[in-house]
């Protein structure tokens, strides 16, 4: 399919001539930080992601303002504590989860390993947790929009969490591989990008979840 | 001698950079150029089908009491119609000529993330089935192309026509989500040595902005849908008012997508429309940061108007008198663009070839849509209007004036390119002709027939109503329309073969993709082009400069800084792969099931994750293809 497209002249419909002004053969072939190309792609879908979690928000306060109780009266908040737990030993993580990154910094391969496979217990015992939290959210999604909403901000990061935990699982399982390539160093520190990701949008929706039916108020 | 050394590294690099033949090559290709253009194939082929159910609207609806269709029949085909039009064309028909060329005009040889590229378009023909293949079966969506609960919720719509459409929705909005993805990542680090920002043609910057628009306002349709879907299915009390839900949020959300929607379609349209009065009025094209900012405000101002989609349905007045200002406000910007082009043309030597003419053909029809934009915008005038044929007028002449017209113009610019040859100037502008006045006279009687007091969506009419002549006039304009869309379509295939052989540049273009050979060989360039300018083919110096050193080995791009475009390093581009397809199917399997069971989205996410550990599974670089 493709004709020849050696450099001819223009005149007769063909290319150009081209004039080498350079070399790119010096430059590297991976970096790790945010001159990677794979960088860009995490944060897009940060990017999309929190949008979506920014518009459930949205929709939290907009049914909430709506007057009818928030939560309706006879139905209990969420218990606070698996909550609490949750969110201490989420905050927990994100100090392991600096380490682990400045471990993928440095190229310390021994280092990173063992931060791997410790942030994946980490996350199986939040998963852990978080299965605790959801016994504990005393409204059914059926029972109405508020019970509706709780659960759909639940289950929104909760998928974000899952999702997580399993790509961290199978990233750490390439670094015990016998062939390491950079890219993998620079592969665990975009990892350790979405685990900040994960930790940061917590903190809002554990507001929105376990916080305002306490403050706003019943109807 | 130099020259000679470059022809034998380009010959090893298109070794590299080559697809498997077959159907195997087929199925895990990861050029942008197939990729994109299999992308605009279907969407062109529903375009057509689109439009043919339009057709047979307009027949229906030529004469007082007809009865080629029963209600029931009507509200699938304007449903069918709207929601292929909307979200199976015209979004993902942008996407997909930014697919094909972005790359080209950046002198680069792929998308930042090739794969993604074809899970997209995959992923996208799913959406396609989604909808056409129940439509097959006689299940159809019949609540139009925005599905409003309560109407579309458990109570009123049992069955699964609304899960299929919302579904549906799902498949192109995650498609559109990974496309964008793939154009912001490409447009910011991709670029060529010297082409900084403040170079870019201004079809880069238009499609940044559409993308990055596209990441912010896609999520809310898809939550809204998801949400509806949940109401469905698993009883959740969103849209549910005894139970403490509201059916308003399901609008908020659907029109906090909808409204820049409509500028995710129309951004394009002003890329396609710089690059081409820059081209035929052979100047570079006046007021460039004019019109880069015109793109910005434009995106901005885009999500703050959303509302005025809602004025019927009881607004605080204040609310109401914000989004009426709101909605004027954007004509600004937009007013502004359209002088710079007029004085790109009016002070260039302007050649008035067959895209040029579509150009023009946008600037009447888009300015006619837009006053009535204007006037719809404002509230107490909206409240008259809403829900007449004076908004179905409106909206065809914003999307039809505003985004086809220069999709079309853009086909005719790019098939020399794409194809190698030359589309018939004379038949292209009776298509041209045809289509202007067919569109023209089919839709401009539809403002009057709407301030006459024609309700839009409904099947028939009766005599008395006086409505009868204009709606002949208007099906007749779509019968002319249709016959010019008949040769334009004649017209590309017959020059796929007929026409005459195009070289590279055939019209004197100014920007990189026209300094590659027509068509582009499966590694576009021989080397990374070095830009200088905003019109780097328009300089005095013949040669092109260009940099080498990229691998000869195995793939790769250069990744360059996201402002000033500094090389950073040499980026391993993925090869083939069937993965993207395998994902596609996975992601597919989930969303057809979780119409039926909730349980799909558990176990059907354990084939998802096994086809993205498949597609993610590091492979030493010595296994890639040759």
């Known amino acids: 399919m493709s004709e020849s497209s050696q450099p001819h002249d223009q005149a007769s419909g063909k290319l150009r001539p081209l004039r080498v002004v350079g070399s790119l053969s010096s430059l590297p072939d991976n970096v790790i930080g945010a001159a990677n190309l794979n960088v860009w792609g995490v944060v897009a879908f940060m990017m999309i992601e929190g949008m979506g979690f920014a518009l459930c928000g949205a929709a939290a306060l907009y049914l909430a303002s709506q007057g009818k109780g928030w939560p309706p009266s006879g139905t209990a908040p969420p218990d606070l504590s698996f909550g609490i737990a949750f969110t201490i030993l989420l905050l927990a993580s994100e100090v392991l989860n600096r380490w682990v990154d400045r471990k993928a910094w440095a190229h310390d391969l021994a280092g990173l390993r063992l931060g791997m496979v410790l942030i994946t217990a980490v996350g199986v015992v939040l998963i852990g947790v978080r299965a605790l939290e959801l016994m504990h959210l005393n409204v059914r999604w059926s029972d109405n929009a508020y019970g509706s909403t709780i659960w759909l901000l639940m289950v929104l990061h909760t998928s974000h969490l899952i999702t997580d935990v399993a790509d961290t699982a199978v990233q750490t399982e390439w670094l015990f591989r016998k062939e390491i390539e950079d890219k993998q160093f620079s592969g665990a520190s975009d990892n350790c990008l979405y685990w900040d990701f994960v930790v940061l949008t917590w903190l809002p929706i554990w507001g929105l979840v376990y916080w305002m039916p306490r403050f706003w108020g019943g109807s | ?626």
């Open chain 2, 1 to 626: 001698m130099q020259q000679a050394e470059l022809a034998s590294e380009e010959a090893r690099v298109a070794a590299i950079w080559r697809d498997k033949p077959g159907l195997w090559g087929f199925l895990t290709t990861v050029d942008h150029k197939r990729i994109a253009a299999r992308y605009i194939v279907t969407t062109l082929a529903l375009l057509i089908v689109a439009g043919i159910l339009a057709l047979d609207m307009r027949l229906q609806l030529s004469q007082p009491g007809m009865e080629r269709m029963g209600p029931q029949r009507y509200n699938e085909a304007f449903s069918l119609h709207g929601s292929t039009m909307l979200f199976l064309v015209s979004v993902p028909v942008m996407e997909a000529m930014a697919l094909w060329l972005v790359p080209l005009m950046l002198g680069q040889r792929n998308m930042a993330y090739p794969r993604l590229a074809a899970y997209s378009y995959w992923l996208y023909l799913g959406g396609v089935l989604m909808l056409w293949v129940p439509h097959a079966l006689d299940v159809t969506p019949d609540l139009g192309w925005f599905e409003y609960p309560p109407l579309s919720g458990p109570t009123y719509s049992p069955g699964h026509r609304a899960d299929i459409w919302a579904q549906m929705i799902t498949f192109t909005e995650v498609a559109a989500l990974a496309a964008s993805v793939n154009v912001v990542a490409t447009i910011l680090k991709l670029r060529p040595p010297g082409m900084t920002l403040a170079r870019m043609p201004l079809f880069l910057w238009a499609m940044l902005v559409t993308s990055l628009m596209t990441m912010l306002a896609l999520p809310a349709v898809m939550l809204a849908t998801s949400l509806l879907i949940a109401d469905r299915l698993v009883g959740t009390q969103f849209f549910s008012p005894n139970a403490g839900g509201d059916v308003l949020l399901f609008q908020h959300l659907f029109w906090f997508f909808g409204h820049p929607e409509v500028y995710i379609i129309f951004i394009p349209a002003v890329g396609f429309i710089s690059a081409i009065v820059e081209t035929f009025s052979r100047r570079p094209l006046f007021g460039y940061t004019v019109q880069v900012l015109a793109l910005i405000s434009i995106g901005l101002l885009a999500f703050g108007l959303w509302v005025h989609h809602m004025f019927a349905v009881g607004l605080p007045r204040l609310g109401a008198s914000f989004y009426t200002a709101a909605s004027m406000a954007i004509a600004l910007p937009v007013g502004l663009q359209i002088f710079c082009w007029i004085a790109t043309i009016g002070s260039g030597r302007p050649r008035y070839d067959t895209p040029l003419l579509w150009i023009i053909g946008f600037i009447v029809t888009f300015v006619l849509g837009g006053l009535s934009g204007v006037m719809t915008a404002s509230a107490p005038l909206d409240l008259q209007l809403t829900d007449t044929y004076f908004v179905v007028a409106h909206l065809h002449y914003v999307l039809v004036g505003g985004a086809m017209f220069p999709l079309f113009a853009a086909l005719t610019y790019w098939y020399p390119k794409a194809t190698g040859r030359m589309l018939s100037e004379w038949w292209g502008k009776v298509s041209f002709w045809l289509i202007f006045a067919g569109f023209n006279i089919g839709f401009f009687p539809m403002h009057i027939l709407g301030l006459m007091g024609m309700p839009r969506r409904i099947y028939t009419y009766e005599e008395w109503t006086g409505w009868g002549t204009l709606n002949l006039v208007a099906s007749g304009g779509v019968l002319i329309a249709s016959a010019g869309a008949s040769i334009l379509v004649a017209n590309a295939l017959f020059s796929l073969r007929g026409g005459r052989r195009a070289g590279a540049d055939p019209w004197g273009g100014s920007t990189l993709e026209w300094d590659c050979a027509s068509p582009p060989p499966p590694h576009n360039f021989p080397a990374t082009p070095v830009v200088e300018s905003r019109t780097p083919l328009w300089r005095q110096e013949h040669a092109q400069a260009v940099m080498t050193g990229l691998s000869l080995k195995r793939r790769e791009v250069l990744i360059t800084s996201p402002g000033e475009a500094v090389p950073e390093y040499r980026q391993y581009s993925p090869g083939p792969s069937i993965w993207p397809l395998l994902s596609a199917i996975a992601t597919g399997i989930l969303f057809v099931g979780s119409i039926f069971t909730p349980w799909a989205l558990v176990w059907g996410s354990i084939p998802v994750a096994v086809a993205l550990i498949g597609w993610f599974w590091p492979r030493p670089v010595k296994e890639e293809p040759r």
